[in-house]
């Protein structure tokens, strides 16, 4: 069988690099193994004070203390509490110090939509999460994104509401294994359709077998 050159490359550099991603995928597997391990043991860890900045994924779990000077907005976000209850998270923008810098806080979760809970702020003791991200998912691959901002979800919740479920390692998601899978089935299926492919276009271009001769219908002259 005589291969294509052009085809052959094109075909063969997807091939590589569907299997480098899966290669990939497989080392973020490893590394999101090891950063749920840090998760998991980041409770047992003494209460901090709540960054400032408030980014770093390496605080993430973590009990955290920070002091609310004032509520400068509310926003509210699906959600569950630590009973159970379904119902909408209300979540504070509040100043923290002379500066601009603004920090949320999940202060509990009620059961109605588009209240204002009765809090104006004071000291706060909680587990760091990952503030709600409303970035469409189009403009997040669009460009290059920061790091994610960080939330406090308090233990004692405003009044009138129920405190939020505690952030749980355990929710953290690891598909790296599955994504790795995929990449390499679609390695395979690509590699077997272009055999295919070429062997049906082998079999096309093929000589077909001579007719037969046919008998001379002419008698043989006396």
């Known amino acids: ?26 080392d973020r597997r490893a590394e999101k193994e090891a950063a749920i391990a840090r998760y998991a043991g980041a409770s047992t860890l003494p209460v901090m004070a709540f960054p400032r900045p408030p980014v770093g994924d390496e605080h993430l779990f973590r009990r955290a203390t920070a002091m609310c000077l004032s509520v400068v907005g509310w926003s509210e976000q699906a959600g569950r ?26 202060m509990g979760v009620g059961s109605t939509p588009g209240i204002t809970p009765v809090w104006k702020g004071g000291e706060v003791t909680g587990t760091i999460t ?32 129920a405190a939020s479920a505690r952030p749980d390692p355990s929710s953290v998601p690891n598909n790296h294994l599955a994504y790795a899978v995929q990449w ?38 006396s």
């Open 184 to 221: 390499f089935l679609f390695a395979a299926a690509a590699a077997v359709i272009y055999i295919l492919a070429l062997r049906w276009r082998e079999k096309r271009h093929a000589p077909g077998d001579a007719p037969a001769s046919s008998p001379d219908p002419t008698p043989p002259q």
């Open 81 to 106: 509490a630590e009973n159970g209850l379904k119902g909408w998270r209300h979540i504070a923008e509040c100043r923290t110090g002379v500066e601009a810098l603004t920090v949320r806080f999940d």
């Open 1 to 26: 069988m005589k291969l294509p050159v052009i085809p052959t490359i094109v075909v063969a550099l997807a091939i590589a690099a569907m299997i480098g991603l899966g290669v990939w995928q497989l």
């Open 130 to 161: 990952h503030a709600p991200d409303s970035t469409p998912l189009l403009a997040s691959l669009a460009r290059k994104r920061g790091p994610r901002p960080l939330m406090l979800v308090a233990e004692k919740p405003a009044p009138g509401l």
